[in-house]
């Protein structure tokens, strides 16, 4: 016999001594399995047990097959394993492409099992997840099914251990019987095997009254970590029993004895070898004419069980990752919350923190999986250290959390709370080579008389939309016009959508000219729709939607080759053209793909990328991925493309990033030009940044100039070839040209073009 058969014999001999083959359904494992699959999310979950010719499932949720074939699963190849045995997607693996599991009904994608090991090379089953979609398992997920694995094969073994203790109990319960009489011998024998039946138990005792005498059965003493055949008295026997719990079990002896009073305890014992166990003890009188013979009963040690049901609680309330309260404990604890609120007569406020990890899924992408899940932890860890010990702290979902504010919570609480986890996320930590600087965006509501726990978690999350919708990194309260403002939200995201599928999305360009000749050297490229109607929809009815990562993506994707062909079809009529500008968004550089899609969209009609000026924000730089913005802008500088810091002096740390940031020119924000005039302030801020431009060596576009005095006063400022010759101030706005199509505005510079005098200062006609 070779060693893989003789491997296989002596698992089936093994697997034969657990009598679960075809077995009745385990109600424990029913509900393990059962729980198992919520917890992750997979289309089902399993025990299987692998036998000579076939796979049965012991306990399944989620499928209906009681068994497979053997040929057929994945269970066999799980078992040759001493580890978790994953598939990511089995229509991609050669093992199991043709499997008839994969090709036809259930089509499993994903499998992931952990063996059941009895002892080192058996295995009896195995305890596996199975979806219908491809998937990965973390670290953690994977660690957790280990132990779950340990949580099944436990509740086997305790089938297994019930049954021959049901055996050796009812021998020595049979031992006695030969002394009484037929009928109190049947009435006995019934009452005892149901008794053992009923509580499943391990090992059995008896207490004989006239002699004192202490009879253990095998597993009794196995149970109590003494040698077999030790004689065991009164005291040794109390020994067992911490302290506190040794008055506990004389009384229970008592009142079997003198009343016929039956016990079914759970206690705590330390054994002779200092292991501390748990253990459930029964006991029953023998009762002869009008006094009792002797007690008899069970033991069965339940210290497994109990830490299998304790982990598997721990599984279904606390979350793996960041041992906070999961989403099913936070439901439950908010329901109870406001039970109490409705007992208390709506004395308890309530109140509703809904945390989001910003740019989580961005990180995940750029660091890895690995990134994402220490700031995840991070995150977790600041929260509780900050408020975890006056409210529940949990964590609902991939990137969400959750806070509630008990006892007498106010909008103004909650806004103190709400700035006190913000600040202590935000610190950075080391991650690797890459410092990560976390940031959440917070929405938070008070319960009124009225709310329920489903509308207040409504309330909640409309603020939280309301938070990162308003830049997040923030936190916004909960006010009724919210639900106005997101429906808008949604419509227009519908809306923009709708447009990128019928390709209505358009670039119009609005020229940027030199302040002292009004000659145009740039244009910027700005996204319309063209509605079904004929209509032009401008940007600013639309740039809501573009809070939308996957919106703003493909807007970007649709305007780059349009812009791209516009430019081709200007050089080729000898239009004297430089540059265009093109805004980049958060999603373009998140993506990752940013530099191949221009090479590609320029490149594809011979334009030079010299001809391009990426337009950026500072919350692009700001947004949590400082080191990858700079080196993706870096590369397309080297690709010959210029970059400018768009609406320049808004953002919280103008100044300091444009010590580091590798850009060509600043545009002035819109905002400071409509003040040059009317706001002191004003004139002096952009004069210093004319005079910061010149000694940084950048150039300076001020945006949104719309009357001549404003022009004027930009002249004066030195906004033009002033005291340096070689420095020229740049502006755009409705003064000179209002955005235009591609035909409108090849035509404004052929006339620029032709008649340098044709570019006076007034609005021009806002174009079709």
């Known amino acids: 016999m070779n060693s893989s058969l003789a491997i296989e014999t002596e698992r089936l001999a093994e697997l034969a001594t657990f009598e679960t083959t075809d077995s009745a359904p385990s109600a424990p494992l029913n509900a393990l399995v059962d729980s198992v699959r919520e917890m992750f999310g997979v289309t089902a979950c399993a025990v299987t047990m692998l036998d000579s010719h076939r796979v049965w499932f012991k306990a399944v949720a989620g499928l209906d097959a009681v068994q497979i074939a053997q040929n057929s699963a994945f269970c066999d190849l799980t078992l040759q394993s001493d580890k978790i045995f994953v598939v990511e997607d089995a229509l991609a693996d050669d093992r199991f492409a043709e499997s008839g599991l994969v090709a036809e009904a259930p089509h499993v994608r994903f499998y992931a099992g952990v063996p059941l090991v009895v002892q080192p090379g058996i295995a009896l089953g195995s305890l596996c997840l199975i979806d219908v979609k491809p998937r990965q398992l973390t670290e953690a997920e994977s660690s957790l099914l280990c132990r779950l694995g340990l949580v099944a094969l436990g509740l086997?073994?305790?089938?297994?251990?019930?049954?021959?203790?049901?055996?050796?109990?009812?021998d020595a319960a049979l031992q006695h019987y030969d002394l009484?009489?037929?009928?109190?011998?049947?009435?006995?024998?019934?009452?005892?095997?149901?008794?053992?039946?009923?509580?499943?138990?391990?090992?059995?005792?008896?207490?004989?009254?006239?002699?004192?005498?202490?009879?253990?059965?095998?597993?009794?003493?196995r149970i109590f970590e003494i040698p077999p055949g030790t004689k065991i008295t009164t005291e040794r026997a109390l020994s067992i029993y911490p302290k506190h719990e040794r008055i506990f079990v004389r009384n229970l002896v008592d009142l079997a004895l003198n009343e016929g009073k039956s016990f079914d305890e759970e206690m705590e014992i330390v054994?002779?070898?200092?292991?501390?166990?748990?253990?459930?003890?029964?006991g029953d009188a023998e009762i002869v004419g009008t006094g009792a013979r002797r007690l008899y009963g069970t033991v069965q040690d339940i210290t497994q069980l109990r830490a299998a049901e304790s982990e598997l609680w721990q599984a279904e309330n606390y979350d793996v990752l960041t041992g906070l309260s999961n989403r099913a404990a936070f439901s439950a604890h908010l329901a109870d919350t406001f039970s109490r609120r409705v007992a208390f007569s709506d004395n308890v406020m309530v109140g509703l923190l809904l945390v989001d990890v910003d740019r989580l899924k961005d990180l995940n992408e750029t660091l890895g999986h690995a990134a994402g899940d220490a700031v995840l932890q991070n995150v977790a860890d600041r929260m509780f250290e900050t408020v975890g010990q006056e409210a529940l702290v949990a964590r609902i979902g991939g990137d969400e959390f959750a806070i509630t504010l008990n006892g007498s919570a106010t909008e103004a609480e909650a806004a103190m709370v709400a700035a006190r986890i913000i600040a202590a996320v935000r610190r950075r930590f080391a991650f690797g080579r890459e410092t990560i600087s976390p940031q959440i965006s917070v929405g938070g509501a008070i319960a009124d008389r009225n709310d329920t726990t489903d509308s207040l978690r409504q309330k909640a999350g409309l603020a939280l939309l309301a938070s990162k919708a308003a830049g997040r990194g923030g936190y916004v309260a909960f006010r009724e016009e919210m639900r106005d403002a997101i429906v808008r939200r949604i419509n227009m995201v519908r809306h923009v959508d709708?447009?990128?599928?019928?390709?209505?999305?358009?670039?119009?360009?609005?020229?940027?000219?030199?302040?002292?000749?009004?000659?145009?050297?740039?244009?910027?490229?700005?996204?319309?729709?063209?509605?079904?109607?004929?209509?032009i929809l401008a940007a600013g009815a639309f740039h809501e939607a573009l809070d939308e990562h996957r919106i703003a993506y493909g807007l970007t994707g649709q305007m780059l080759p349009q812009i791209a062909a516009d430019v081709r079809g200007w050089l080729d009529a000898g239009i004297g053209f430089q540059r265009v500008g093109i805004n980049a968004t958060a999603a373009d550089f998140q993506s990752g793909d940013l530099r191949s899609r221009l090479n590609d969209s320029f490149g594809n009609v011979g334009v030079p990328l010299s001809h391009v000026v990426l337009e950026v924000t500072e919350s692009v730089f700001l947004d949590g991925n400082e080191a990858a913005v700079i080196k993706a802008i870096s590369e397309l500088r080297g690709d010959g493309m210029r970059v400018s810091l768009d609406d320049f002096g808004t953002g919280f740390a103008s100044l300091t990033h444009l010590r580091s940031l590798p850009v060509d020119s600043i545009k002035v924000d819109k905002s400071f030009i409509d003040g040059l005039?009317?706001?002191?302030?004003?004139?002096?801020?952009?004069?210093?940044?004319?005079?910061?431009?010149?000694?940084?060596?950048?150039?300076?576009?001020?945006?949104?100039?719309?009357?001549?005095?404003?022009?004027?006063?930009?002249r004066s400022l030195a906004c033009d070839l002033g005291g340096d010759p070689s420095f020229v101030g740049l502006g755009q706005g409705y003064l000179f040209a209002r955005p235009g199509d591609a035909e409108t505005t090849a035509t404004l510079m052929r006339e620029r073009a032709e008649r340098p005098d044709a570019a006076a200062a007034r609005p021009r006609r806002r174009p079709a």
């Open 156 to 170: 086997i073994e305790s089938h297994k251990t019930a049954t021959q203790g049901f055996r050796i109990a009812a």
């Open 677 to 714: 005039l009317v706001d002191a302030s004003s004139g002096p801020i952009v004069e210093t940044l004319i005079d910061l431009a010149r000694k940084l060596g950048l150039g300076i576009v001020a945006e949104g100039i719309e009357t001549a005095e404003q022009l004027a006063r930009l």
């Open 498 to 535: 709708e447009a990128l599928l019928a390709h209505r999305v358009l670039p119009f360009y609005q020229p940027i000219v030199r302040l002292d000749t009004a000659e145009i050297v740039a244009l910027e490229a700005l996204a319309r729709i063209r509605e079904p109607n004929g209509t």
């Open 180 to 221: 009484m009489e037929q009928r109190q011998e049947a009435s006995l024998r019934d009452r005892h095997f149901s008794h053992v039946e009923a509580i499943a138990t391990i090992g059995s005792w008896t207490f004989d009254v006239s002699t004192e005498s202490i009879a253990w059965s095998d597993e009794s003493y």
């Open 271 to 282: 054994t002779d070898v200092g292991t501390t166990k748990r253990v459930r003890v029964t």
